[in-house]
């Protein structure tokens, strides 16, 4: 056993190094990223435990519907004398409709037993049954604890289907925010090497007397602006990296992913296929099964079930029992005259507390069922509003593609000039600097599009 637990230790740390290895190198795809999260993501299986609660909550009750064995013996000597010894053994049998069959042996005896429970010296059989006439016969609490029990394993599974989605939401959202700032540390250290190979040349230029001498100070400047933007993005990147690190881990052991690990670049080009956010024809077919509005149905039910058991308290209570009594040694000769009937009867006169009961239930019944039309057509609505918002940032992402080719075909003319002696540094310095801000606005433009089919996947709730 020992010899086991070492192999099976020895092989999950194996199985966590060779994971760690994976990402300390290469590219990381969000569908890839997805697929460790679902799977190894100790908040995704503890929405797992949302389904075994409720599996045992149903086991639970159906324990009220268990046959029990009860026994109850007492016996008492003193000064040589019996006062009594007295046997009483059951076992009854809970049925769906309330039901109750019982089958019990009693046997009293001594000088002070109630002369109410004497019998044959060979104790005495029971077999019979009770009965509820009005109250409890179709509906009593068991029933509708066992009833709710099983709607509960229904609410459990939309109540995990939304706790997985929310972790998944919020992996999404860390990737993306992993992707934007590494874009821009790539632009950075691009426009930082243009900038120090441009710095070179106008000292060179300044040395052969091309150029004035402040041309190097305000290429300096930009180099100098450079670096600190490309400072500030390292640091926004490794901030974001470390947020990804919360939603990376293989068996309950978190992993880090290194400083070499890339996303994946143009990811704005698959992603609705990854989340399934793409063209969205029938709404209605996702609507039905939306796991919130199934949750607000099932909790409809729970209370239809609350209100018809609330209903049933307004019945009398009417209890009817049954007994055919007869020694052990005699039960196959069957007597008319053996037998034991009761019948209990109980109702309240105004029912008050019962008709407060049940109002209090209809009215929860019809907060819900309002509760649920407007649910409904709030994500009809989110789903509306969340298409929109992606096809205008699909618009606008064309309209700042174009934006930042203009930019670019400006600097290089610009640069052509600046090689002939027509322009300055200053000039080519804001052109480049407009190029840098279109860039940072299509990087956020594509971030804020990354992020809307997160939205939209969040609305959606389907299973990815």
């Given at each position: 056993?020992?010899?086991?637990?070492?192999?099976?230790?020895?092989?999950?740390?194996?199985?966590?190094?060779?994971?760690?290895?994976?990402?300390?190198?290469?590219?990381?795809?969000?569908?890839?990223?997805?697929?460790?999260?679902?799977?190894?993501?100790?908040?995704?299986?503890?929405?797992?435990?949302?389904?075994?609660?409720?599996?045992?909550?149903?086991?639970?009750?159906?324990?009220?519907?268990?046959?029990?064995?009860?026994?109850?013996?007492?016996?008492?000597?003193?000064?040589?004398?019996?006062?009594?010894?007295?046997?009483?053994?059951?076992?009854?049998?809970?049925?769906?409709?309330?039901?109750?069959?019982?089958?019990?042996?009693?046997?009293?005896?001594?000088?002070?037993?109630?002369?109410?429970?004497?019998?044959?010296?060979?104790?005495?059989?029971?077999?019979?049954?009770?009965?509820?006439?009005?109250?409890?016969?179709?509906?009593?609490?068991r029933?509708?604890?066992?009833?709710?029990?099983?709607?509960?394993?229904?609410?459990?599974?939309?109540?995990?289907?939304?706790?997985?989605?929310?972790?998944?939401?919020?992996?999404?959202?860390?990737?993306f925010?992993?992707?934007?700032?590494?874009n821009e540390?790539?632009?950075?250290?691009?426009?930082?090497?243009?900038?120090?190979?441009?710095?070179?040349?106008?000292?060179?230029?300044?040395?052969?007397?091309?150029k004035?001498?402040?041309?190097?100070?305000?290429?300096?400047?930009?180099v100098?602006?450079?670096?600190?933007?490309?400072?500030?993005?390292?640091?926004?990147?490794?901030?974001?990296?470390?947020?990804?690190?919360?939603?990376?881990?293989?068996?309950?052991?978190p992993?880090?992913?290194?400083?070499?690990?890339k996303?994946?670049?143009g990811?704005?080009?698959?992603?609705?296929?990854?989340?399934?956010?793409g063209?969205?024809f029938?709404?209605?077919?996702?609507i039905?099964?939306?796991?919130?509005?199934?949750m607000?149905?099932?909790?409809?039910?729970?209370?239809?079930?609350?209100?018809?058991?609330?209903?049933?308290?307004?019945?009398?209570?009417?209890?009817?029992?049954?007994?055919?009594l007869?020694?052990?040694?005699?039960?196959?000769?069957?007597?008319?005259?053996?037998?034991?009937?009761?019948?209990?009867?109980?109702?309240?006169?105004?029912?008050?507390?019962?008709?407060?009961?049940?109002?209090?239930?209809?009215?929860?019944?019809?907060?819900?069922?309002?509760?649920?039309?407007?649910?409904?057509?709030?994500?009809?609505?989110?789903?509306?509003?969340?298409?929109?918002?992606?096809?205008?940032?699909?618009?606008?992402?064309?309209?700042?593609?174009?934006?930042?080719?203009?930019?670019?075909?400006?600097?290089?003319?610009?640069?052509?000039?600046?090689?002939?002696?027509?322009?300055?540094?200053?000039?080519?310095?804001?052109?480049?600097?407009?190029l840098?801000?279109?860039k940072?606005q299509?990087?956020?433009?594509?971030?804020?599009?990354?992020?809307?089919?997160?939205?939209?996947?969040?609305?959606?709730?389907?299973?990815?």
């Amino acid at each position: 056993m020992k010899l086991f637990c070492r192999l099976f230790i020895v092989l999950s740390l194996f199985e966590v190094q060779a994971f760690a290895q994976e990402f300390n190198q290469g590219v990381l795809s969000f569908r890839e990223y997805l697929g460790y999260v679902k799977k190894y993501h100790p908040l995704v299986s503890r929405a797992n435990l949302e389904i075994d609660k409720a599996q045992a909550g149903l086991m639970q009750a159906r324990g009220a519907f268990d046959p029990k064995i009860e026994l109850d013996f007492d016996n008492k000597q003193f000064r040589g004398s019996q006062y009594y010894s007295i046997l009483n053994s059951s076992f009854k049998i809970p049925t769906w409709y309330g039901i109750e069959v019982k089958a019990a042996f009693d046997d009293s005896q001594g000088i002070f037993v109630n002369p109410q429970n004497l019998g044959p010296n060979q104790g005495i059989a029971t077999v019979g049954f009770s009965v509820p006439i009005a109250q409890g016969l179709f509906i009593n609490q068991r029933i509708a604890d066992l009833k709710s029990a099983k709607l509960q394993i229904q609410l459990s599974e939309s109540q995990r289907r939304l706790l997985s989605l929310e972790v998944l939401y919020k992996a999404s959202i860390a990737y993306f925010a992993w992707l934007k700032h590494f874009n821009e540390v790539e632009m950075y250290k691009e426009y930082l090497f243009y900038s120090q190979d441009r710095y070179k040349g106008v000292l060179r230029l300044i040395q052969q007397g091309d150029k004035p001498a402040i041309d190097s100070v305000e290429t300096g400047i930009a180099v100098k602006n450079r670096e600190l933007n490309l400072e500030n993005a390292i640091l926004k990147l490794n901030k974001s990296r470390l947020d990804l690190a919360n939603y990376l881990w293989i068996n309950d052991v978190p992993i880090e992913p290194a400083e070499n690990l890339k996303p994946e670049i143009g990811l704005s080009t698959n992603i609705e296929a990854v989340l399934n956010t793409g063209d969205l024809f029938n709404t209605q077919d996702i609507i039905a099964s939306h796991p919130k509005l199934r949750m607000m149905e099932t909790k409809i039910g729970m209370l239809d079930i609350e209100r018809r058991l609330k209903a049933n308290y307004l019945l009398p209570k009417i209890d009817l029992g049954y007994y055919y009594l007869s020694e052990p040694l005699m039960f196959n000769s069957f007597r008319n005259d053996d037998y034991k009937v009761g019948l209990n009867f109980s109702f309240p006169i105004f029912l008050r507390g019962e008709r407060g009961s049940l109002n209090m239930t209809k009215l929860k019944l019809k907060e819900t069922k309002f509760e649920l039309q407007q649910e409904r057509l709030e994500i009809q609505n989110k789903i509306d509003a969340q298409q929109v918002e992606k096809s205008s940032f699909r618009k606008q992402s064309g309209q700042i593609s174009n934006l930042v080719n203009d930019y670019k075909k400006m600097l290089e003319a610009e640069e052509r000039l600046f090689s002939f002696g027509e322009s300055s540094i200053f000039i080519l310095n804001s052109r480049e600097n407009n190029l840098i801000s279109a860039k940072i606005q299509q990087i956020d433009l594509e971030n804020s599009f990354l992020v809307s089919n997160a939205d939209l996947f969040r609305i959606l709730a389907t299973e990815n």
